[in-house]
């Protein structure tokens, strides 16, 4: 898939299969998250990868109104902001956006779908400590879900022209 298409028709997706996903295809979506860029190059994500049974599936899921997702996904990833690789707080947070995009567009790529789930983090520390992680250490930031789509993922995106805080002028290529 070229970039700027994978781009354009990325799609959060919500319902999917209960078809596995290959470990192999997994380490492709977290390998692209760990390529994002970041503050000084500190890379400050660490990943927690929870598939099949995993009891860490029903700590997740008993802390989002998301639960069906995160049962549904053959694989769901958290991704925690290590402080102490941390940096900056805005930029550590910018650079752990960009992680989480590279990981939906490598998850495209492959033709699996998968979702970010933000609202999870409004019970962060409290998940943190329940996966039985150092809660001063380490901070969620959102949760990935994905697998195989059961149906297609569907938004409109606003026209370029309504997002211009002002309209580019000349004529020049």
């Not at 994905?146 to 309504?162: F, I, M, Q, T, V």
Request: hydrophobic letters at 45%.
């Amino acid at each position: 898939m070229e970039l700027l298409q994978a781009i354009q028709t990325r799609r959060s997706i919500r319902h999917f299969t209960p078809e596995p996903v290959p470990v192999a295809d997994i380490l492709t979506v977290l390998d692209a998250g760990r390529c994002a860029p970041s503050g000084q190059n500190k890379q400050p994500w660490r990943f927690l990868v929870v598939r099949g049974e995993d009891p860490r599936r029903g700590i997740l899921a008993a802390h989002t109104a998301y639960s069906r997702i995160l049962g549904e996904a053959a694989f769901v990833v958290a991704v925690f902001l290590d402080r102490q690789a941390a940096y900056h707080p805005v930029k550590d947070h910018q650079g752990i956006g960009a992680c989480l995009q590279n990981m939906l567009l490598a998850a495209h790529d492959l033709g699996l779908g998968a979702v970010w789930i933000g609202e999870i983090i409004n019970h962060e520390p409290d998940v943190t400590r329940a996966l039985g992680l150092d809660a001063e250490r380490y901070a969620l930031m959102a949760v990935a879900a994905a697998g195989r789509p059961a149906k297609p993922g569907s938004s409109r995106r606003r026209p370029l022209e309504e997002l211009l805080l002002e309209p580019l002028l000349g004529d020049e290529a």
